[in-house]
Protein backbone atom coordinates (compact mmCIF):
# COMPACT_ATOMS: atom_id res chain seq x y z
CA UNK A 1 0.00 0.00 0.00
CA UNK A 2 0.99 3.51 -0.75
CA UNK A 3 1.34 4.53 2.40
CA UNK A 4 3.59 7.06 4.03
CA UNK A 5 4.54 7.91 7.08
CA UNK A 6 5.09 12.09 8.22
CA UNK A 7 8.35 12.36 10.31
CA UNK A 8 10.24 15.56 11.71
CA UNK A 9 13.71 16.39 11.55
CA UNK A 10 15.62 16.09 14.55
CA UNK A 11 18.98 16.10 13.24
CA UNK A 12 20.68 16.77 9.97
CA UNK A 13 23.63 15.08 8.52
CA UNK A 14 25.02 14.82 4.99
CA UNK A 15 22.43 13.09 2.70
CA UNK A 16 20.33 11.59 5.99
CA UNK A 17 18.71 12.89 9.08
CA UNK A 18 17.36 12.00 12.05
CA UNK A 19 13.36 11.79 12.53
CA UNK A 20 10.60 11.51 14.35
CA UNK A 21 7.31 10.51 13.77
CA UNK A 22 4.40 8.38 15.70
CA UNK A 23 5.81 5.25 15.58
CA UNK A 24 9.11 6.58 17.15
CA UNK A 25 12.46 7.63 15.53
CA UNK A 26 14.56 7.02 12.57
CA UNK A 27 17.24 7.95 10.33
CA UNK A 28 16.10 8.73 7.42
CA UNK A 29 17.43 9.22 3.48
CA UNK A 30 17.37 12.54 2.67
CA UNK A 31 19.03 11.99 -1.10
CA UNK A 32 15.12 13.20 -2.53
CA UNK A 33 14.31 16.21 -0.19
CA UNK A 34 17.58 17.50 0.10
CA UNK A 35 19.04 18.46 3.84
CA UNK A 36 16.30 20.30 5.57
CA UNK A 37 16.08 21.92 8.96
CA UNK A 38 15.45 20.54 12.19
CA UNK A 39 11.56 20.85 12.59
CA UNK A 40 10.59 20.17 8.90
CA UNK A 41 7.81 17.68 8.07
CA UNK A 42 8.88 14.95 5.63
CA UNK A 43 6.52 12.55 3.90
CA UNK A 44 8.95 8.99 4.64
CA UNK A 45 8.39 6.31 2.82
CA UNK A 46 11.08 2.94 3.12
CA UNK A 47 13.68 4.58 4.85
CA UNK A 48 13.80 7.76 2.32
CA UNK A 49 11.58 11.00 2.67
CA UNK A 50 9.81 11.80 -0.53
CA UNK A 51 8.79 15.04 0.06
CA UNK A 52 8.82 18.11 2.35
CA UNK A 53 5.28 18.55 3.88
CA UNK A 54 3.46 21.54 5.15
CA UNK A 55 2.58 21.32 8.61
CA UNK A 56 -1.14 21.25 8.00
CA UNK A 57 -0.76 18.38 5.36
CA UNK A 58 1.45 16.84 7.59
CA UNK A 59 -1.09 16.68 10.52
CA UNK A 60 -3.94 15.85 7.85
CA UNK A 61 -2.36 12.40 6.71
CA UNK A 62 -1.00 11.49 10.49
CA UNK A 63 -4.84 11.97 11.36
CA UNK A 64 -5.62 9.69 8.19
CA UNK A 65 -2.90 7.43 10.02
CA UNK A 66 -4.44 7.32 13.46
CA UNK A 67 -7.74 6.43 12.19
CA UNK A 68 -6.29 3.38 10.96
CA UNK A 69 -4.14 2.58 13.89
CA UNK A 70 -7.42 2.92 15.31
CA UNK A 71 -9.51 0.18 12.73
CA UNK A 72 -6.26 -1.56 13.31
CA UNK A 73 -6.89 -1.59 17.17
CA UNK A 74 -11.02 -1.66 16.59
CA UNK A 75 -11.75 1.06 18.27
CA UNK A 76 -12.34 3.21 15.23
CA UNK A 77 -15.38 6.06 15.46
CA UNK A 78 -16.17 7.07 12.03
CA UNK A 79 -18.09 9.91 13.65
CA UNK A 80 -14.75 11.59 14.83
CA UNK A 81 -12.50 10.94 12.10
CA UNK A 82 -12.15 12.86 8.96
CA UNK A 83 -14.60 15.41 10.38
CA UNK A 84 -13.01 18.56 8.63
CA UNK A 85 -13.75 16.64 5.62
CA UNK A 86 -17.88 16.50 6.41
CA UNK A 87 -20.08 18.98 4.62
CA UNK A 88 -17.11 21.11 3.36
CA UNK A 89 -17.32 21.87 -0.39
CA UNK A 90 -13.61 20.34 -2.28
CA UNK A 91 -11.82 23.94 -3.07
CA UNK A 92 -9.67 25.24 -5.61
CA UNK A 93 -6.01 26.01 -4.86
CA UNK A 94 -5.49 29.81 -4.18
CA UNK A 95 -4.89 30.97 -7.89
CA UNK A 96 -7.10 29.28 -9.16
CA UNK A 97 -10.06 31.19 -7.49
CA UNK A 98 -12.09 34.45 -8.71
CA UNK A 99 -10.89 37.39 -6.58
CA UNK A 100 -13.84 38.00 -3.96
CA UNK B 1 0.87 -0.15 18.07
CA UNK B 2 1.70 -3.98 16.97
CA UNK B 3 2.12 -2.76 13.29
CA UNK B 4 3.97 0.00 12.23
CA UNK B 5 1.77 1.10 9.05
CA UNK B 6 4.76 2.16 7.21
CA UNK B 7 6.09 -1.88 7.23
CA UNK B 8 3.30 -3.71 6.73
CA UNK B 9 6.37 -6.03 5.21
CA UNK B 10 5.85 -9.02 2.19
CA UNK B 11 7.97 -11.90 3.33
CA UNK B 12 9.85 -13.61 0.22
CA UNK B 13 11.87 -17.11 1.21
CA UNK B 14 13.91 -18.43 -1.81
CA UNK B 15 15.77 -21.78 -1.21
CA UNK B 16 19.08 -22.16 -3.56
CA UNK B 17 20.75 -25.15 -4.50
CA UNK B 18 23.63 -25.05 -7.12
CA UNK B 19 23.51 -21.20 -7.93
CA UNK B 20 19.62 -22.01 -8.52
CA UNK B 21 16.64 -21.00 -6.88
CA UNK B 22 14.47 -24.16 -6.04
CA UNK B 23 12.10 -22.97 -4.06
CA UNK B 24 10.15 -19.95 -3.72
CA UNK B 25 7.55 -18.78 -0.52
CA UNK B 26 5.56 -15.31 -1.23
CA UNK B 27 3.70 -14.55 2.56
CA UNK B 28 1.14 -11.91 1.26
CA UNK B 29 1.48 -8.83 3.52
CA UNK B 30 -0.86 -8.45 6.43
CA UNK B 31 -4.43 -6.72 5.26
CA UNK B 32 -4.64 -3.25 6.69
CA UNK B 33 -8.03 -2.27 7.25
CA UNK B 34 -7.80 0.82 4.93
CA UNK B 35 -11.54 0.29 3.70
CA UNK B 36 -13.34 0.90 7.08
CA UNK B 37 -12.30 4.22 7.21
CA UNK B 38 -14.46 4.96 4.51
CA UNK B 39 -17.81 3.49 6.61
CA UNK B 40 -20.27 5.89 7.70
CA UNK B 41 -18.94 9.10 5.49
CA UNK B 42 -20.95 11.06 3.32
CA UNK B 43 -19.39 10.14 -0.38
CA UNK B 44 -17.82 13.91 -1.05
CA UNK B 45 -15.52 13.02 1.50
CA UNK B 46 -13.83 10.17 0.51
CA UNK B 47 -12.14 11.07 -2.55
CA UNK B 48 -9.85 13.48 -0.04
CA UNK B 49 -9.84 11.00 2.84
CA UNK B 50 -8.15 8.40 0.41
CA UNK B 51 -5.49 10.89 -1.03
CA UNK B 52 -4.73 11.56 2.72
CA UNK B 53 -4.57 7.92 3.74
CA UNK B 54 -2.62 6.70 0.85
CA UNK B 55 0.11 9.59 0.48
CA UNK B 56 2.65 8.48 -1.79
CA UNK B 57 -0.15 8.22 -4.67
CA UNK B 58 -3.06 10.47 -3.55
CA UNK B 59 -4.23 11.25 -7.24
CA UNK B 60 -4.63 8.03 -8.18
CA UNK B 61 -6.74 6.49 -5.25
CA UNK B 62 -8.86 9.97 -5.12
CA UNK B 63 -9.55 9.92 -9.05
CA UNK B 64 -10.71 5.87 -8.03
CA UNK B 65 -13.04 6.74 -5.45
CA UNK B 66 -14.41 9.58 -7.49
CA UNK B 67 -15.18 7.47 -9.86
CA UNK B 68 -16.72 4.91 -7.89
CA UNK B 69 -19.03 7.22 -6.29
CA UNK B 70 -20.14 8.31 -9.41
CA UNK B 71 -20.45 5.11 -10.77
CA UNK B 72 -22.65 4.19 -7.60
CA UNK B 73 -24.58 7.72 -7.11
CA UNK B 74 -25.40 7.89 -11.28
CA UNK B 75 -23.49 11.56 -11.37
CA UNK B 76 -21.47 12.37 -14.55
CA UNK B 77 -19.07 14.71 -15.04
CA UNK B 78 -17.80 16.02 -18.13
CA UNK B 79 -14.85 15.25 -20.31
CA UNK B 80 -13.14 17.56 -19.69
CA UNK B 81 -12.98 17.25 -15.88
CA UNK B 82 -12.25 13.61 -16.80
CA UNK B 83 -9.36 15.11 -18.22
CA UNK B 84 -8.50 16.77 -15.84
CA UNK B 85 -8.27 13.96 -13.03
CA UNK B 86 -6.35 11.83 -15.82
CA UNK B 87 -3.74 14.26 -16.12
CA UNK B 88 -2.96 14.56 -12.36
CA UNK B 89 -2.25 11.26 -11.93
CA UNK B 90 0.19 11.12 -14.99
CA UNK B 91 1.85 13.72 -13.30
CA UNK B 92 1.67 11.37 -10.08
CA UNK B 93 3.48 8.48 -12.25
CA UNK B 94 6.32 10.81 -13.65
CA UNK B 95 7.31 11.53 -10.28
CA UNK B 96 6.81 8.20 -8.85
CA UNK B 97 9.02 6.89 -12.02
CA UNK B 98 11.40 9.66 -11.49
CA UNK B 99 11.76 9.11 -7.92
CA UNK B 100 12.28 5.43 -7.99
CA UNK B 101 14.74 5.66 -10.43
CA UNK B 102 16.83 8.70 -8.45
CA UNK B 103 16.52 6.34 -5.37
CA UNK B 104 17.77 3.58 -7.31
CA UNK B 105 20.66 4.98 -9.20
CA UNK B 106 22.63 5.66 -5.96
CA UNK B 107 22.96 8.94 -6.76
CA UNK B 108 23.94 12.16 -3.74
CA UNK B 109 21.92 14.67 -3.29
CA UNK B 110 21.25 16.82 -6.27
CA UNK B 111 18.96 19.81 -6.96
CA UNK B 112 17.16 17.64 -9.45
CA UNK B 113 14.88 15.60 -7.03
CA UNK B 114 13.53 18.61 -5.06
CA UNK B 115 12.63 20.44 -7.94
CA UNK B 116 11.45 17.61 -9.73
CA UNK B 117 9.20 17.11 -6.16
CA UNK B 118 7.73 20.92 -6.32
CA UNK B 119 6.91 20.78 -9.68
CA UNK B 120 4.70 18.57 -9.63
CA UNK B 121 3.13 19.45 -6.48
CA UNK B 122 2.55 23.11 -8.95
CA UNK B 123 1.72 20.83 -11.77
CA UNK B 124 -1.40 18.80 -9.99
CA UNK B 125 -2.18 22.28 -8.05
CA UNK B 126 -2.62 24.14 -11.51
CA UNK B 127 -4.48 21.33 -12.18
CA UNK B 128 -7.35 21.68 -9.89
CA UNK B 129 -6.00 20.22 -6.77
CA UNK B 130 -8.81 18.68 -5.00
CA UNK B 131 -11.87 20.29 -6.79
CA UNK B 132 -11.20 17.73 -9.60
CA UNK B 133 -13.72 15.76 -7.24
CA UNK B 134 -16.83 17.40 -7.67
CA UNK B 135 -16.21 21.15 -8.10
CA UNK B 136 -19.23 22.93 -7.07
CA UNK B 137 -18.01 26.05 -9.01
CA UNK B 138 -16.73 26.43 -12.84
CA UNK B 139 -13.23 26.73 -12.78
CA UNK B 140 -10.52 27.10 -15.50
CA UNK B 141 -7.22 25.21 -15.33
CA UNK B 142 -4.32 27.86 -15.70
CA UNK B 143 -3.00 27.07 -19.05
CA UNK B 144 0.00 29.90 -18.75
CA UNK B 145 1.21 27.99 -15.42
CA UNK B 146 0.40 24.47 -16.93
CA UNK B 147 2.62 25.22 -20.37
CA UNK B 148 5.87 26.61 -18.31
CA UNK B 149 5.50 23.65 -15.80
CA UNK B 150 5.36 21.05 -18.17
CA UNK B 151 8.71 22.81 -20.07
CA UNK B 152 10.48 22.68 -17.09
CA UNK B 153 9.21 18.93 -16.39
CA UNK B 154 10.39 18.24 -19.77
CA UNK B 155 13.84 19.84 -19.10
CA UNK B 156 13.86 17.41 -15.65
CA UNK B 157 13.29 14.52 -17.41
CA UNK B 158 15.33 14.81 -20.44
CA UNK B 159 18.28 15.05 -18.51
CA UNK B 160 17.37 11.86 -16.33
CA UNK B 161 16.95 10.27 -19.81
CA UNK B 162 19.63 11.72 -21.07
CA UNK B 163 19.64 10.56 -24.94
CA UNK B 164 17.10 8.26 -24.60
CA UNK B 165 14.79 11.04 -24.57
CA UNK B 166 16.07 12.65 -27.13
CA UNK B 167 15.45 9.78 -29.78
CA UNK B 168 12.30 9.88 -31.50
CA UNK B 169 11.62 6.13 -31.69
CA UNK B 170 14.99 4.35 -30.73
CA UNK B 171 15.46 0.82 -31.24
CA UNK B 172 17.26 -1.79 -29.24
CA UNK B 173 20.83 -1.28 -30.66
CA UNK B 174 20.17 2.75 -30.20
CA UNK B 175 19.45 1.33 -26.38
CA UNK B 176 22.56 -0.46 -26.04
CA UNK B 177 24.62 2.69 -27.42
CA UNK B 178 22.91 4.23 -24.99
CA UNK B 179 24.00 2.80 -21.76
CA UNK B 180 27.53 2.25 -23.35
CA UNK B 181 27.70 6.01 -23.65
CA UNK B 182 25.56 8.42 -21.97
CA UNK B 183 26.10 9.40 -18.07
CA UNK B 184 22.27 10.34 -17.29
CA UNK B 185 20.61 8.81 -13.98
CA UNK B 186 18.64 6.22 -16.16
CA UNK B 187 21.92 4.40 -17.63
CA UNK B 188 23.34 4.34 -14.03
CA UNK B 189 20.01 2.44 -13.52
CA UNK B 190 19.94 0.42 -15.82
CA UNK B 191 23.12 -0.43 -16.73
CA UNK B 192 23.76 -3.75 -13.86
CA UNK B 193 21.11 -5.01 -16.14
CA UNK B 194 23.52 -5.87 -18.81
CA UNK B 195 25.76 -7.82 -16.58
CA UNK B 196 25.99 -11.44 -17.57
CA UNK B 197 22.79 -13.49 -16.72
CA UNK B 198 20.92 -10.23 -15.57
CA UNK B 199 19.03 -9.07 -18.75
CA UNK B 200 16.70 -12.18 -18.51
CA UNK B 201 16.73 -12.93 -15.60
CA UNK B 202 12.80 -13.15 -14.20
CA UNK B 203 11.73 -14.26 -17.36
CA UNK B 204 8.53 -16.13 -17.29
CA UNK B 205 4.77 -16.09 -18.54
CA UNK B 206 2.24 -14.60 -16.51
CA UNK B 207 -0.91 -13.10 -18.36
CA UNK B 208 -2.05 -9.56 -18.29
CA UNK B 209 -4.64 -8.15 -16.14
CA UNK B 210 -7.89 -7.88 -18.83
CA UNK B 211 -9.53 -5.12 -19.48
CA UNK B 212 -12.14 -4.86 -17.12
CA UNK B 213 -15.92 -3.78 -17.49
CA UNK B 214 -17.77 -2.77 -14.84
CA UNK B 215 -19.91 -5.94 -15.01
CA UNK B 216 -16.56 -7.85 -14.42
CA UNK B 217 -15.17 -5.42 -12.05
CA UNK B 218 -18.75 -5.34 -10.20
CA UNK B 219 -18.47 -9.87 -9.89
CA UNK B 220 -14.75 -9.56 -9.08
CA UNK B 221 -15.52 -7.10 -5.95
CA UNK B 222 -18.69 -8.42 -4.91
CA UNK B 223 -19.55 -10.32 -2.50
CA UNK B 224 -20.93 -12.88 -4.89
CA UNK B 225 -19.11 -16.61 -5.56
CA UNK B 226 -16.70 -14.59 -8.47
CA UNK B 227 -15.33 -12.26 -5.86
CA UNK B 228 -11.48 -12.33 -5.86
CA UNK B 229 -9.15 -12.70 -2.72
CA UNK B 230 -7.07 -10.11 -1.21
CA UNK B 231 -4.74 -11.28 -0.35
CA UNK B 232 -4.29 -14.00 -3.67
CA UNK B 233 -6.48 -12.55 -6.20
CA UNK B 234 -6.85 -14.51 -9.29
CA UNK B 235 -9.50 -13.87 -12.88
CA UNK B 236 -10.05 -16.65 -14.64
CA UNK B 237 -8.21 -18.89 -11.80
CA UNK B 238 -4.96 -17.58 -13.20
CA UNK B 239 -2.96 -15.28 -11.55
CA UNK B 240 -2.32 -12.17 -13.36
CA UNK B 241 0.18 -8.87 -14.12
CA UNK B 242 -0.24 -5.05 -13.90
CA UNK B 243 2.12 -2.33 -13.96
CA UNK B 244 4.59 -0.81 -16.64
CA UNK B 245 5.59 -4.03 -18.58
CA UNK B 246 2.20 -4.58 -19.62
CA UNK B 247 0.98 -0.91 -20.20
CA UNK B 248 4.01 -1.05 -22.40
CA UNK B 249 3.98 -4.13 -24.32
CA UNK B 250 2.90 -2.89 -27.15
CA UNK B 251 5.29 -0.34 -27.85
CA UNK B 252 8.05 -1.36 -30.44
CA UNK B 253 10.91 -0.92 -28.45
CA UNK B 254 9.51 -3.04 -25.81
CA UNK B 255 8.29 -5.97 -28.31
CA UNK B 256 11.85 -5.67 -29.79
CA UNK B 257 13.36 -6.27 -26.34
CA UNK B 258 10.98 -9.11 -25.17
CA UNK B 259 11.38 -10.75 -28.58
CA UNK B 260 15.13 -10.73 -27.39
CA UNK B 261 14.99 -10.80 -23.70
CA UNK B 262 11.48 -12.14 -23.12
CA UNK B 263 9.59 -10.33 -19.51
CA UNK B 264 13.11 -10.69 -18.09
CA UNK B 265 14.75 -7.63 -15.80
CA UNK B 266 16.12 -5.84 -18.73
CA UNK B 267 12.96 -6.00 -20.79
CA UNK B 268 10.73 -4.26 -17.25
CA UNK B 269 13.38 -1.47 -16.60
CA UNK B 270 13.48 -0.66 -20.22
CA UNK B 271 9.71 -0.40 -19.81
CA UNK B 272 9.67 1.78 -17.39
CA UNK B 273 12.11 4.29 -19.13
CA UNK B 274 9.33 3.95 -22.15
CA UNK B 275 6.68 4.84 -19.89
CA UNK B 276 8.53 7.93 -18.57
CA UNK B 277 8.94 9.14 -22.00
CA UNK B 278 5.79 8.65 -22.62
CA UNK B 279 3.92 9.90 -19.93
CA UNK B 280 5.63 13.08 -20.69
CA UNK B 281 4.52 13.64 -24.09
CA UNK B 282 1.21 12.64 -23.59
CA UNK B 283 0.68 15.13 -20.65
CA UNK B 284 2.43 18.02 -22.64
CA UNK B 285 -0.35 17.29 -25.26
CA UNK B 286 -2.91 16.78 -22.87
CA UNK B 287 -2.33 20.38 -21.01
CA UNK B 288 -2.92 21.53 -24.80
CA UNK B 289 -6.04 20.02 -24.67
CA UNK B 290 -7.93 21.52 -21.77
CA UNK B 291 -10.81 23.69 -21.46
CA UNK B 292 -13.28 25.53 -18.56
CA UNK B 293 -14.60 22.84 -16.12
CA UNK B 294 -17.88 22.64 -15.91
CA UNK B 295 -19.05 21.19 -12.12
CA UNK B 296 -20.60 17.58 -12.45
CA UNK B 297 -24.67 16.70 -12.29
CA UNK B 298 -26.35 16.05 -8.76
CA UNK B 299 -26.63 12.81 -7.86
CA UNK B 300 -29.48 10.61 -9.75
CA UNK B 301 -30.09 8.67 -6.64
CA UNK B 302 -28.91 7.84 -2.93
CA UNK B 303 -27.79 4.44 -3.07
CA UNK B 304 -26.17 2.02 -5.08
CA UNK B 305 -23.03 -0.08 -6.40
CA UNK B 306 -20.30 1.36 -8.23
CA UNK B 307 -16.39 0.51 -9.64
CA UNK B 308 -13.72 2.41 -10.89
CA UNK B 309 -10.38 0.96 -11.85
CA UNK B 310 -7.00 3.24 -12.80
CA UNK B 311 -3.54 2.70 -13.54
CA UNK B 312 -1.40 4.28 -11.13
CA UNK B 313 2.05 4.17 -10.81
CA UNK B 314 2.77 0.31 -10.04
CA UNK B 315 0.10 -1.04 -11.89
CA UNK B 316 -4.31 -1.32 -11.99
CA UNK B 317 -5.81 0.07 -9.00
CA UNK B 318 -9.34 -0.93 -8.26
CA UNK B 319 -11.77 0.77 -6.17
CA UNK B 320 -15.56 -0.40 -4.97
CA UNK B 321 -17.90 1.27 -3.22
CA UNK B 322 -21.45 0.83 -1.77
CA UNK B 323 -23.83 3.84 -0.89
CA UNK B 324 -26.98 2.96 1.23
CA UNK B 325 -28.94 6.40 2.46
CA UNK B 326 -26.01 9.15 1.39
CA UNK B 327 -23.60 7.36 3.32
CA UNK B 328 -20.65 5.02 2.51
CA UNK B 329 -21.74 1.53 3.66
CA UNK B 330 -19.15 -0.88 2.43
CA UNK B 331 -15.90 0.04 0.35
CA UNK B 332 -12.88 -2.75 -1.09
CA UNK B 333 -10.02 -1.84 -2.72
CA UNK B 334 -7.44 -4.13 -5.11
CA UNK B 335 -3.60 -2.75 -5.20
CA UNK B 336 -1.45 -4.01 -7.96
CA UNK B 337 0.56 -5.48 -5.47
CA UNK B 338 -1.80 -7.85 -4.66
CA UNK B 339 -1.60 -9.26 -7.93
CA UNK B 340 2.15 -8.99 -8.55
CA UNK B 341 2.69 -10.62 -5.55
CA UNK B 342 0.32 -13.56 -5.34
CA UNK B 343 2.08 -16.46 -3.77
CA UNK B 344 2.06 -18.62 -7.49
CA UNK B 345 2.07 -15.34 -9.19
CA UNK B 346 4.35 -13.35 -11.57
CA UNK B 347 6.94 -13.08 -9.02
CA UNK B 348 7.00 -16.35 -7.48
CA UNK B 349 7.17 -17.96 -11.26
CA UNK B 350 9.87 -15.42 -12.10
CA UNK B 351 12.14 -16.35 -9.30
CA UNK B 352 11.53 -19.94 -8.87
CA UNK B 353 14.14 -22.22 -11.50
CA UNK B 354 16.29 -18.89 -12.05
CA UNK B 355 19.83 -19.42 -12.06
CA UNK B 356 21.35 -16.42 -9.74
CA UNK B 357 25.01 -17.04 -9.34
CA UNK B 358 26.70 -16.60 -6.15
CA UNK B 359 25.10 -15.63 -2.74
CA UNK B 360 26.32 -11.82 -3.57
CA UNK B 361 24.96 -11.69 -7.11
CA UNK B 362 21.92 -13.80 -5.80
CA UNK B 363 20.54 -11.40 -3.67
CA UNK B 364 21.43 -8.48 -6.10
CA UNK B 365 19.36 -9.87 -9.01
CA UNK B 366 16.59 -10.65 -6.82
CA UNK B 367 16.19 -7.45 -4.81
CA UNK B 368 16.95 -5.58 -8.46
CA UNK B 369 14.19 -7.76 -9.98
CA UNK B 370 11.36 -7.18 -6.94
CA UNK B 371 12.38 -3.25 -7.45
CA UNK B 372 11.52 -3.42 -10.79
CA UNK B 373 8.09 -5.09 -10.43
CA UNK B 374 7.58 -3.10 -7.81
CA UNK B 375 9.47 -0.39 -5.91
CA UNK B 376 7.32 0.57 -3.56
CA UNK B 377 6.28 -2.83 -1.70
CA UNK B 378 8.05 -3.27 1.54
CA UNK B 379 9.58 -6.86 1.64
CA UNK B 380 11.85 -8.64 3.26
CA UNK B 381 14.13 -11.05 1.36
CA UNK B 382 15.41 -14.27 2.75
CA UNK B 383 17.70 -16.66 0.94
CA UNK B 384 18.73 -19.63 2.20
CA UNK B 385 20.35 -22.85 0.92
CA UNK B 386 17.85 -25.79 -0.19
CA UNK B 387 17.82 -28.68 -1.35
CA UNK B 388 17.14 -29.15 -4.98
CA UNK B 389 13.19 -31.17 -5.32
CA UNK B 390 13.95 -34.55 -6.22
CA UNK B 391 11.99 -34.63 -9.74
CA UNK B 392 8.45 -36.86 -9.37
CA UNK B 393 8.91 -40.17 -11.72
CA UNK B 394 6.54 -40.12 -14.05
CA UNK B 395 5.59 -43.83 -14.49
Known sequence: ?100 | MSTNIGTAELLIRCGISSETIVSVSITPRPLLPVERLALGKPPEAVPTLFGRLFSLCPKAHAKAAARALEDALDISVSPNLERLRDLQTTVERVRELSLNLLLASDGRISPWPPRLITLCRRLIAALGGDAVHWPAAPFEPNAAELRVGATELEALVSHLLGGLWHTPQPDLEAVRHWLEHDTCAAVAWMRPALQPGWPDFGRCAVDALPAFSDPMLKAALGPGSMRVSPTCPEWDELPRETGCLVRQSSAPLIREALAVYGKGLFTRMLARMVELKSLVRSLIEGIEQLAPIEPGSLPGRTGGIGVAQTEAARGRLIHRVEVADGRVCDYRILAPTDWNFHPRGLVYRALLGAAVGDADSAKARIEAFLRVVDPCVDHRLILEPAERPVPTPLF
Open chain 1, 1 to 100: MCIGVPMQVVRAEPFQAWCKGADGEAMVDMRLVGSQPEGTWVLTFLGAAREVLEPERAAQIQAALAGLRDAMAGHYDPAAAFADLVDREPQLPDFLREPT
